[in-house]
C-alpha cells in the first residue's frame, strides 16, 4: 500500500510525531488516520514506560493567572535536559498543567503522594494525573504527559504544584 506524503503531513501535525513514526503507524493502520493515531498513542505510552526511571533535574517552573486575577497557580515540571525544557511543547505543557491546577484544584500530583489514611479520597478528582485535561476531557493528565514523553524523547515528570485562590 502505498502512503502519501499529505497523510504522513497530515498525521505529524496532529500527533508530533516523527516522519518515519507516522509512516509506519500509517502502514500498520492501513491508511486509516485514526487508528495510525491511536497506534502512535500507544507507542508514546511505551515510549514513556521505557523512559520513567530516567533522571529528571531540568525544567521549569510555569504560571497561571486566572482573567481577574483572583486564582493562580505555579508548576514544576521537570525533564531530562535544559534543551527539552526551552522547547515549545513543553512549555505548552507546562502552561496546560499550571491552567489544570488552576481550574481543577488537584490536592495530590498522583495516587502515590495519597496518605495511606486518606482512603476515601477519590483520585480522579485528588490527584493532577488521574484528572481528566480540562481541553479534552476523553484524555488524562497522565495520557497528555505520555504523549509529550513520546514527542521529547525524554523523561517528563511533574514535581509539585500550589493553587493560589483569594479568599482561601
Same mark, same amino acid.
Given at each position: 500500500? %502505498? !502512503?502519501?506524503?499529505?497523510?504522513?503531513?497530515?498525521?505529524?501535525?496532529?500527533?508530533?510525531?516523527?516522519?518515519?513514526?507516522?509512516?509506519?503507524?500509517?502502514?500498520?493502520? &492501513?491508511?486509516?488516520? /485514526?487508528?495510525?493515531?491511536?497506534?502512535?498513542?500507544?507507542?508514546?505510552? @511505551?515510549?514513556?514506560?521505557?523512559? @520513567?526511571?530516567?533522571?529528571? &533535574?531540568?525544567?521549569?517552573?510555569?504560571?497561571?493567572?486566572?482573567?481577574?486575577?483572583?486564582?493562580? @497557580?505555579?508548576?514544576?515540571?521537570?525533564?531530562?535536559?535544559?534543551?527539552?525544557?526551552?522547547?515549545?511543547?513543553?512549555?505548552?505543557?507546562?502552561?496546560?498543567?499550571?491552567?489544570?491546577?488552576?481550574?481543577?484544584?488537584?490536592?495530590?500530583?498522583? /495516587?502515590?503522594?495519597?496518605?495511606? /489514611?486518606?482512603? %476515601?479520597? &477519590?483520585?480522579? *478528582?485528588?490527584?493532577?494525573?488521574?484528572?481528566?485535561?480540562?481541553?479534552?476531557?476523553?484524555?488524562?493528565? *497522565?495520557?497528555?504527559?505520555? %504523549?509529550? !514523553?513520546?514527542?521529547?524523547?525524554? &523523561?517528563?515528570?511533574?514535581?509539585?504544584?500550589?493553587?493560589?485562590?483569594?479568599? %482561601?
Amino acid at each position: 500500500m %502505498e !502512503i502519501s506524503v499529505e497523510s504522513i503531513k497530515a498525521l505529524r501535525a496532529q500527533t508530533g510525531a516523527g516522519i518515519m513514526d507516522c509512516k509506519h503507524a500509517l502502514e500498520e493502520a &492501513n491508511n486509516d488516520v /485514526d487508528r495510525a493515531v491511536d497506534i502512535l498513542r500507544q507507542q508514546g505510552i @511505551a515510549a514513556a514506560s521505557k523512559k @520513567a526511571y530516567r533522571s529528571v &533535574n531540568q525544567g521549569l517552573v510555569e504560571s497561571y493567572i486566572h482573567s481577574g486575577g483572583r486564582i493562580g @497557580a505555579l508548576v514544576e515540571v521537570n525533564c531530562e535536559t535544559d534543551f527539552v525544557a526551552r522547547t515549545p511543547e513543553f512549555r505548552e505543557l507546562a502552561h496546560d498543567l499550571a491552567m489544570q491546577v488552576a481550574a481543577m484544584s488537584p490536592i495530590y500530583v498522583d /495516587d502515590d503522594d495519597v496518605p495511606d /489514611d486518606r482512603a %476515601e479520597v &477519590n483520585p480522579q *478528582e485528588a490527584c493532577l494525573m488521574q484528572q481528566p485535561f480540562i481541553k479534552d476531557p476523553t484524555r488524562t493528565i *497522565e495520557d497528555v504527559v505520555n %504523549e509529550t !514523553i513520546g514527542k521529547l524523547g525524554e &523523561n517528563v515528570r511533574v514535581r509539585k504544584f500550589t493553587r493560589f485562590s483569594l479568599g %482561601e
